[in-house]
Each structure stands twice: as structure tokens, then as C-alpha cells.
């Protein structure tokens, strides 16, 4: 099991009025890579989340979090439910080694932000039985003016210019 | 001479946990068939003498013997251990009153220092007062039902999600260790619940909004005075309240600090991952313990 799903607690008494605080959600953080950076017809990118802690979340093409926008050629990494802390984004394409993208990337319970920039996060409880979105049912059109975060492989100079 | 029969106090002092083996002392004037021993009425030192109890005395299941020694002068000091608390020591040596053990002039230095009974840190020493005897009339050749009334204790939470907000009508199922009791319900309008705790219940497994967690009840250690300097409280608080995901080992390592700092950030805090007071004070008001 996971260590930071245990919880020490401490039991009241009827006349308490205390209550221990549990916070038991996270944000859905949305990292959106590029889709078919290297011309591979049958790509396997993987995009990874390293927290300061040590932790470590991987998510390739294929998991149920991760979707086509075939509208702006983007694949829409989601990590689900992550908590607060500083993590890295790294990439690895094909059989290639890992390549971080974005370090520095903070979650605090106002949500993710890299310098001081919002990252795209959703604050609603993230429920890891919830159905993969169907792809084909997406209309381009739809997501023009959806606001996704930024092109995490992107250089920081055309991040900002698109800013 | 002739042996004469042994002959016990007879005399109740509460109901043991079950499975403590009762001990009973010998009336005075009953001497033991075996090794001579002094009899009751010996003068005693002025000072009772006093014996640590941690894994020392042991008896039916790994529980401590019940020290039923009304009047033997013997104060029991007991090392408590991590996941103790006051109440579950007191029960465990057949109080059902915790505050008998916790209000014990003995025990003043701790009080003080643990002004949650639910919140003591490994190595504190509960000191262990002599049960007062309590003596019942009762016909004898009958059955007689005795009831103790013991303080019951709750686990009181309010969930909350990522930006602290309650979580109102959530389902939550808890279910305490052995399965035999469960609680489940929603939560109010604040987040809170209430979960009666069974007697002995050590943990329980929370199950909410499809995710589980594993409650170790009684396992939550002081933020001050501890050994550890307090840093396993406060991991353990930052890691309620889903800041730090590391181990609770007691180390200040860079995790502990990095969450501390964003947690301070978050209260409006100087961020320097530093556990001051005002920083130790925000932890307990947030965390409610």
C-alpha cells in the first residue's frame, strides 16, 4: 500500500469539539505533449512526474488518462489527483532516454503554477473509476478556445510570446 | 503445623480487558505454602518503591498483567510506545476511567506536557496509580452482571479537498480492524463525520471517494517535546492534510522541508521550511490536533 495513504490519527472524546483535519483530494494536473514528435506512426511517448519526494507517476500513450486533441495535434497527459509539492515533467520519446521538460512545477491548494504562471489543473475530486473519454467524440471546433496550459515542450521564449 | 488453605481478597476493582489475567493478593495471615514471604502488615518504606512497566510485565496475550494490588504500595510507571494513548493505557491496566490515571498527582509533569491524553509521544512515562479496591454486595450462589461504564471515544475527521474547502455529502465507509464494526454514512455540510470507536480499535480503513486509506489510531505523535524533536507530528500532520508523502521517520530530509515550505506558503507564512512556533501553531490549528 501506499506509505502516504496512511494516516496518523488521533481519537476524540465524546465532549471534543476538535476535529481532525483530512484533506483527501488533489488537483488533475494537464500536461499537453505534442503528438507524433519524432514521425512514429505507432508512438509510445512517455511523460513522467517526479515529485521532490521521491515519488514518481508515468503515463505513456494509450492509459486510459491520456487524450488525443486532434484538433491542435496534442496529446493531454492528465495526472490524476496529485498533491501538493514541487515536481519535474520529463519526457521520453520512443526508446530514448528521459528528458525533463519542466522542473520547478508547484501545487499548492491554489493549484499548479510553474514561475508564477498557472498550469492547467482541475480542483474536482478526481475518481479513478471515471470512463476515458472517447476521442472521436471530441469536435475539434469545441476546443479552440479551451484554455489547456501551455506547451510544456515548448522553449520558454515562444511560452511566453504565446503568454 | 497444618497448612491452611489459601484465602484471596475477593475484592472487585473493575472489569481487566478481556484476556488480562487477574492478580489477586493474599489476606494477610494466609501465609503462601511456598518460599517465605513477608506478610502484609510488614512496615513499608515511607516511599513506595517503584518499577518501570513497559514490556516488562506480561500476561494472557501479550497484555500487562492487571495490577489489582490494592494496598501493596507498588506504583507502576509505564513506557508508553507508538500508537499509546492515555486512555488505552489506563484500559489496558483496568481503569475504565482514563482520568484516574491521567489526574494521578503522579502523572501532573505529563499532563502538563500532553494536554491531549490522545497525543503521547514513545518513551513518555505514564505513571500507573494503585486501583482502588471497590467492594459490591452480592448473594453469593447467584449470577451477577457487572457494567462498566467506559468513556467512550470517537474518531471525529472533516474531509476536505485540495484547497481545504469541505467536502459535504461524501459517502464514507470506515471499517475498524477485524471488520466486525463498520460506520458509514455522508458527510455533513461541513465535512465532518463522527465514527464511534470500538473498545481496543488501534486502526481502521477509511474508503472514500474510491480511494482507501489506513487510519492508525492512536499513532499520531506530539509536535513539542518529543524525541524526535516533534518532526514525525508534524510529518504525520503534513501528511494528513496531503502535503508530504514521505515516510514518518522523524528526520527533517528535504521532503519534510519542501512541504513544510509549501504549506507555510499557503498559510502566508515565511517559506523557509523551518518549524518555528507560529509555523507549529498553524500546523496543529489547521490540522484540529
Known sequence: MDPASTLHLAPSFRDDTRYTTLVVTGVDLEVPLEADLDDDPLQDDEVALDG???????????????????????????????????????????????????????????????????????????????????????????????????????????????? | ???????????????????????????????????????????????????????????????????????????????????????????RFGFADYRVVYDAPGNAALKQRRPDPNVL???????????????????????????????????????????HAPLAGVSYLISFEGGADSSEGSTDAGGKLEAPLPLGARSATLEVLGRSYTLLVGHLDPLHDAPDGGVGGLQARLRNLRYYSGPIDGIAGPATRIALGIFQHDHQLPADGEPGDATLRKVEEIHGS
Not at chain 1, 514561475?115 to 467524440?137: F, I, K, V
Request: hydrophobic share 35%.
Open chain 1, 52 to 163: 521532490a519526494d521521491g515519488s514518481r507517476r508515468i503515463l505513456k500513450v494509450g492509459d486510459p488518462d491520456v487524450r488525443l486533441d486532434p484538433g491542435r495535434r496534442l496529446y493531454l497527459y492528465r495526472f490524476r489527483d496529485v498533491p501538493k509539492g514541487i515536481y519535474t515533467l520529463s519526457v521520453r520519446l520512443s526508446d530514448r532516454s528521459w528528458a525533463p521538460i519542466l522542473s520547478g512545477v508547484l501545487v499548492t491548494r491554489e493549484g499548479a503554477t510553474h514561475g508564477g504562471r498557472p498550469l492547467s489543473t482541475s480542483a474536482a475530486p478526481a475518481l479513478p473509476d471515471e470512463p476515458p473519454r472517447e476521442p472521436a467524440e471530441v469536435d475539434p471546433a469545441d476546443l479552440l478556445d479551451e484554455h489547456s496550459g501551455d506547451f510544456v515542450d515548448q522553449p520558454a521564449e515562444l511560452q511566453q510570446r504565446r503568454g
Open chain 2, 1 to 91: 503445623m497444618a497448612r491452611q488453605p489459601q484465602v484471596t481478597s475477593g475484592r472487585a476493582i473493575g472489569t481487566p480487558a478481556p484476556g488480562v489475567r487477574r492478580i489477586t493478593r493474599r489476606a494477610p495471615g494466609n501465609p503462601s505454602p511456598g518460599p517465605a514471604r513477608p506478610p502484609a502488615s510488614v512496615t513499608r518504606p515511607a516511599r513506595p518503591p517503584t518499577r518501570t512497566r513497559g514490556e516488562v510485565a506480561s500476561g494472557v496475550g501479550g497484555l500487562p498483567a492487571v495490577a489489582s494490588l490494592g494496598g501493596v504500595g507498588m506504583t507502576t510507571r509505564h513506557v508508553a510506545k507508538q500508537g499509546e494513548t492515555v486512555p488505552g493505557i489506563a484500559a
Open chain 2, 121 to 163: 509521544a514513545p518513551g513518555d512515562v505514564v505513571e500507573i496509580p494503585d486501583a482502588a479496591p471497590k467492594e459490591v454486595a452480592g448473594r453469593s450462589g447467584q449470577a451477577h452482571l457487572f457494567r462498566v461504564d467506559v468513556r467512550p471515544q470517537i474518531l471525529r475527521l472533516v474531509l476536505r479537498d485540495h484547497a
